[in-house]
């Protein structure tokens, strides 16, 4: 923006119809984006904001946030495409820049010696930068205010140019004395970015490390990536937006496929391969044979498609756990996901859980952002209800996340669930999760008379029991888990006629009777 207000001209653009404060933006909104260290300040971005005025900031073009091994730093910058430097009094640019410096660093909310401010440009004459620019490496050098005094002194290093600077400069800070003066330089900032231009150096550097984010660089994918970030840029500039790397990342769902930050990638594989390992846990044939069962699958992919959060719900037995990994390993095929097992939880929180993992990053917001932008948003989760009661806050907590999160609206919850309506189900979300679709249901019954025919043409033992015209064996012998357990135990031409058989079988190989013989072995 020009010091008037008024829209830049297009000498002032970058390229492709971006002004020079959209690509500069571009830049801080890349090393957020591969959680990296940028120009200006030591740490890795965590945020970068825009226009930040009527927020409380006077350096108000860029904002950006940073985390230097737990110390939070920032830095408020200027962002011009051309600047005179000089201490002349008509140099309202100028002085402006510095009189929103020393504002700034007035601020409460600026720590010195810790954030800094000042400006960033392209086009600026090489000698006065240096002469600026010496002005705050002496201030940084210097132990005390009576050594970047003696600079100044008839013997002192000072030349001219930058004894004339100085003195212009100090009514326009507002040091009431040496000290004042060189702790202001010493929290300032000023350095030259050029070659963001197209076909410029810095420029094609940005787009050669987006080329690495990028899931499948074909078409120009990397160019495309990074027109999107000055887009972006420039449209939070009307809206003094602030990002985050979740927020970045759900701006960019949907335009470019990205791979896994190099910054995640060991902590994502950690949990994608626990995922993986809580699959293969589930059992999902009937002694080496297969049952497909695509409509219930399928059911499921139309209630996630409705609603925030899906319970997938039946008897115990009845394969809810299978229907549930079939659709999460066709997830699974196209990026990470996270997939939880009531029985192979570790620790009682999400912090617990992350280090009992060995997770670098522990907060379930970022973790989720990057799962979400590189693989599929849907929290599943296997046995919801057979989760001990110490445990449920690695759950919760990540429930939690996504609630309080605008950035996670996009994730969804899927979940087995032994029959126990939805209530119960209900007490693990608070109301506002799910009040703006409702609740999916999933009704998972034992198998079908073709299911039941399938079964029975590869599992001959099984026929009579699949067919069998007691009521209650046939429901019981439909179910896979003790459809499982009964084709690997009984032999050939076996025919149990009752539950009290049945429950015989099933026990010897150390599993429960149901619900239905328990009813009959009563009578």
């Known amino acids: 923006m020009s010091p008037d207000g008024k829209p830049a001209s297009t000498e002032l653009t970058g390229g492709a119809g971006f002004s020079y404060e959209d690509t500069v933006v571009a830049y801080y909104l890349t090393q957020l984006l591969r959680r990296e260290r940028a120009a200006g300040l030591p740490g890795v971005v965590t945020s970068v904001a825009v226009q930040q005025q009527g927020h409380g900031n006077p350096m108000d073009d860029l904002v950006v946030e940073l985390d230097d091994v737990g110390t939070r730093r920032a ?11 000089s201490g002349s009094p008509t140099n309202h640019e100028f002085r402006g820049i510095i009189t929103a410096a020393a504002k700034t660093q007035a601020l409460n909310t600026f720590t010195k010696g810790t954030d800094k401010c000042g400006f960033v440009v392209d086009v600026v004459t090489a000698d006065t930068l240096r002469t600026l620019r010496r002005l705050v490496d002496w201030a940084n050098a210097s132990d005390a205010a009576a050594d970047f005094e003696a600079r100044f002194a008839p013997t002192g290093s000072a030349a001219q140019a930058e004894s004339d600077l100085r003195g212009a400069l100090k009514p326009v800070i507002g040091a009431a004395s040496v000290g004042e003066e060189v702790s202001f330089y010493r929290n300032f900032v000023a350095f030259r970015f050029d070659g963001l231009e197209e076909d410029g150096v810095l420029r094609a550097d940005i787009i050669n490390r987006l080329q690495e984010l990028v899931a499948v660089n074909e078409d120009g994918q990397d160019l495309l990536l990074f027109d999107r970030l000055c887009r972006i840029a420039r449209e939070g500039s009307g809206k003094a937006t602030k990002w985050t790397r979740a927020s970045l990342l759900s701006q960019l769902r949907g335009s470019v496929r990205l791979k896994v930050a190099p ?103 970022d973790l989720l952002a990057e799962i979400g932008s590189t693989g599929t948003p849907i929290l599943f989760i296997d046995g919801i209800d057979r989760i001990r009661p110490d445990q449920q806050h690695i759950i919760t907590d990540l429930i939690h996340a996504i609630d309080s999160d605008p950035a996670l609206q996009h994730w969804k919850v899927l979940a087995s669930s032994r029959d126990q309506g939805l209530e119960a189900y209900r007490a693990w979300f608070p109301p506002k999760f799910y009040a703006a679709t409702g609740m999916g249901d999933v009704s998972v019954k034992g198998f079908s008379e073709e299911e039941a025919e399938l079964l029975a043409t590869a599992k001959p033992n099984l026929r009579k029991l699949l067919f069998s015209a007691s009521a209650p064996v046939q429901e019981i012998a439909r179910r896979p888990f003790f459809a499982s357990i009964l084709a690997k135990a009984l032999p050939a031409g076996a025919d149990p006629q009752s539950c009290i058989e049945y429950v015989v079988v099933v026990h010897r190989d150390g599993a429960q009777a149901p619900a239905g013989c328990a009813e009959e072995l009563r009578e």
């Open 263 to 365: 910054n995640f990638s060991d902590d994502i594989a950690r949990l994608n391969a626990a995922s993986l390992e809580a699959l293969n846990d589930v059992a999902e044939v009937v002694d080496e044979f297969h049952v497909p069962r695509a409509a219930l699958q399928n059911k499921v992919r139309q209630q996630v498609e409705k609603y925030k959060v899906v319970s997938i719900g039946g008897l115990p037995g009845c394969g809810k756990s299978v229907v549930l990994k079939h659709v999460a390993s066709e997830a699974a095929a196209h990026g990470p996901i996270l997939f939880l097992k009531s029985d192979r939880l570790l620790g009682t929180g999400w912090t617990g859980f992350a280090a009992a993992l060995g997770l670098r990053h522990q907060n379930a917001s």
């Open 75 to 85: 830095i408020g910058l200027q962002v011009k495409k051309s600047v005179i430097i």
